[in-house]
């Protein structure tokens, strides 16, 4: 799942390209995507607004239209947008990329389930294979002061400091720490893969109980925290499985992993091997030596 690096990437991607432009149609063979209004209703509403800004919270991506509307798109498990030129085949009834590059040819760019049409000729697809991703519509007063009422910090802004971060486990008494860092009404953004990378910097084992972590476990995750995320912004997000950036390009975080994805491999550590474990249904990897409960 596309977690807070590949989200900002894809935000960071739309803004350079899209500020200023207009809806001018849209097109899908999924309409079950558009969650709390109907397809047709959705359409209606944006076709002929302006493209104000766009922005990021958690694991979500905002986009701020004119007429005070707000398009909500939640990549899910493989969901992606890409930005590019297509033309509809009739004759085998499917879209068909007029670009050269990684989105006609990377086939993990070819699930594009719906089109918004802009006033340059352009259209955002997104490519989901899954279909698990939502897209929602909502107005400004409804993103600021309900959809994310319960939604944690955000980790990589300025008031995120350590004494806040310190200060959340305060109400968290008991769980699992790699549980808890994902969890979104704790820290935003933060899921599976950079949870295990965050805890493997720290040196902190990821089933061991928050009621005890030190300050300085504390202090080692915060500081991690603030380490692999920029990092993985800067890297174009992880490309381990199906995400790609706005014009359908691997990110490269994966190449800077250190324990996901690296079972019985040698931690760069100190050698031991890696091992991998099952925490909420969701495969963790950790080094048993430098990683001890």
């Known amino acids: 799942m596309p977690e807070l690096p590949e989200v900002q990437t894809t935000?960071?991607?739309?803004?350079?390209?899209?500020?200023?432009?207009?809806?001018?149609?849209?097109?899908?063979?999924?309409?079950?995507?558009?969650?709390?209004?109907?397809?047709?209703?959705?359409?209606?509403?944006?076709?002929g607004k302006k493209i104000i800004c766009i922005k990021r919270r958690a694991k979500n991506i905002l986009i701020f239209l004119s007429d005070d509307l707000v398009i909500l798109i939640h990549l899910k498990m493989t969901g992606h947008l890409l930005l590019g030129d297509w033309q509809y085949n009739e004759k085998i009834e499917t879209w068909e990329s007029m670009s050269e590059g990684p989105i006609k040819y990377d086939p993990y760019n070819r699930f594009v389930r719906v089109f918004f049409c802009l006033d340059d000729g352009r259209k955002i697809g997104l490519c989901d294979a899954r279909k698990f991703a939502k897209i929602e519509l909502w107005t400004n007063k409804q993103i600021e002061n309900e959809v994310f009422k319960t939604t944690g910090p955000e980790p990589l802004e300025k008031d995120f400091t350590l004494e806040r971060f310190i200060s959340l486990f305060s109400k968290k008494k008991r769980g699992r720490v790699k549980q808890i860092l994902m969890d979104q009404e704790f820290i935003a953004g933060i899921g599976n893969i950079y949870a295990s990378e965050i805890l493997f910097e720290a040196k902190v084992h990821p089933e061991k109980d928050v009621s005890l972590l030190s300050r300085d476990d504390l202090k080692n995750i915060y500081e991690a925290i603030k380490n692999i995320l920029p990092k993985g912004v800067e890297a174009g997000g992880d490309s381990f499985s199906d995400y790609r950036n706005v014009y359908g390009e691997k990110g490269k975080f994966q190449n800077q992993m250190n324990v996901y994805g690296r079972e019985n491999r040698e931690c760069v550590r100190c050698g031991t091997p890696i091992r991998k474990i099952v925490i909420g249904t969701r495969g963790t990897y950790y080094c048993p030596e430098c990683q001890k409960k």
């Open 11 to 47: 935000v960071n991607g739309l803004e350079k390209e899209v500020l200023g432009r207009t809806f001018l149609g849209l097109w899908t063979d999924t309409p079950k995507i558009f969650r709390n209004t109907n397809f047709q209703d959705f359409k209606k509403k944006i076709i």
